[in-house]
């Protein structure tokens, strides 16, 4: 293994620099960027297929009126909500880590809140009669039903999108000011310098925006824990017997945390190798990932323990729905799911195998994997044929479904390449900040 590399503190910012102020990019990126330009495609067409077709391409039906397009909301935004998280308390507690994590990992929040906005527009049927959620002044006097779910996803999206996105701006104004600064090129001047609202950096501005970074921080953390409580809220207030349970808040909210630092542990070695930032993604950094994620594998495996011992321990309706989801016709899905967001990341507790490129990203991508297959055996599971007395086959997924899943996939993939292409991914004041401190120390 070769020698660790040095610390964000003895960091040239010139790496971190280079890609939004270079002329041209290689051919691996361009061969990503049209991949992502595929996927972008096959989001549109998507898309398009229920607005044309309807919700009947999709495999849903009676009992299973929620499918991949309920899941993968699920799913995306619990990626939001760890990212997010993560992002907030490395400010918070002004931990190192958050010079070389935290620009990136409020990027893939705000990636991953457009990819899951669209699902419930989708998912209503009639997308173009969705502004009606949206308590707009009108002759007929019509208000949004508050107590439908529908109604809690347009104000848990809009307020996820307005206070995500203003965290990851607010940190971005200095570096745009810098890039401003540096740029030659004339229209990406002028795009820098309306993005960096006049930037001087003098130290009243500078006063201002560390207060203001601080305060968009705390706001974010209990938005979060509301918006994961609330996509739990749309399962426990039901009545199905496998959703109807105070425990789906705290167990969705490890699942996303767990999802969350997946997706940064993964960008950050992509990001390491792609941009060659070594000397600002060090070893220590990765490692606190690997170790972050490991802990987070071993409290959702107490949650998992604790959940199947007191549904055991539960009303007979109860045990029969855990027992259904144990050992029914969507159980490989969950013990798939349980594998992979429990056990696959314990071999992170080895320092050889946090070191290791591959290894880790292989991990991260299996616990993403593993709480996509969560959301799924859930939304599905939930609703077996056999328990409530119909005869409809089980709930299969169609091309349309698959499709629109791809295709988000390749939404956040153009969102991320195009973040990496046109602002820093590295925060340039924290780096000259570490730098300062260090030569004073």
């Keep these: 293994m070769a020698e660790p590399l040095r610390h964000p503190e003895e960091a040239p910012i010139g790496p971190v620099l280079r890609p939004p102020l270079a002329r041209r990019f290689g051919p691996w990126w361009r061969f990503w960027f049209g991949l992502s330009l595929c996927g972008l495609l096959l989001f549109v067409v998507g898309l398009l297929i229920p607005l044309w077709a309807g919700i009947g391409s999709w495999g849903v039906g009676i009992p299973h009126v929620w499918g991949f397009g309920i899941a993968n909301y699920a799913w995306w935004i619990g990626i939001a909500n760890g990212a997010s998280l993560f992002a907030a308390i490395l400010v918070l507690r002004q931990h190192n880590l958050r010079t070389a994590i935290n620009r990136f990992a409020e990027a893939i929040a705000v990636a991953a809140v457009f990819a899951a906005a669209l699902y419930p527009v989708v998912h209503l049927g009639r997308p173009f009669s969705s502004y009606w959620m949206f308590p707009y002044p009108a002759t007929t006097g019509l208000w949004p039903q508050f107590l ?116 940064i542990l993964v960008m950050a070695h992509l990001l390491r190798r792609g941009l060659s930032l070594q000397g600002h993604i060090d070893d220590l950094d990765i490692d606190l990932l690997g170790r972050l994620l490991a802990a987070n594998a071993l409290v959702a495996m107490y949650l998992f323990a604790g959940g199947i011992f007191l549904g055991l321990l539960d009303d007979p309706v109860a045990q029969a729905a855990l027992l259904d989801r144990l050992t029914g016709p969507y159980s490989s899905l969950f013990w798939i799911a349980s594998l992979l967001t429990i056990v696959a990341p314990l071999p992170l507790l080895w320092r050889k195998v946090r070191h290791e490129p591959w290894l880790a990203v292989a991990v991260g991508i299996a616990v993403l994997a593993g709480t996509w297959l969560e959301r799924v055996s859930l939304v599905v599971g939930g609703l077996p044929a056999e328990r409530i007395g119909l005869l409809r086959a089980n709930y299969s997924p169609t091309a349309a479904e698959w499709i629109l899943l791809l295709g988000s996939a390749g939404l956040v993939l153009f969102f991320m390449l195009g973040f990496a292409r046109l602002l820093p991914t590295i925060s340039l004041y924290e780096t000259r900040h570490d730098q300062h401190a260090g030569r004073a120390a």
Excluded at 166 to 190: E, H, Q
Excluded at 229 to 249: C, E, G, I, N, Y
Aim: one cysteine or more; aromatic letters at 14%; charged letters at 15%.
């Design 148 to 263: 439908s779910p529908l109604t809690w996803d347009f104000w848990a999206i809009l307020s996820h999108l307005l206070v995500t996105t203003t965290f990851w701006y607010v940190g971005l104004v200095p570096d745009l000011a810098t890039l401003r600064d540096k740029a030659k090129n004339r229209p990406l001047k002028r795009f820098y310098c309306l993005l960096a609202l006049g930037w001087r950096g003098s130290i009243r501005q500078w006063a201002f925006h560390q207060r203001a970074h601080r305060l968009t921080a705390l706001t974010v953390i209990p938005m979060l824990f509301v918006m994961q409580s609330a996509v739990a809220f749309m399962f426990a207030s039901t009545l199905v017997p496998d959703w109807h349970s105070t425990r789906q808040a705290l167990t969705l909210t490890v699942s996303a945390f767990e999802s969350g630092l997946a997706a």
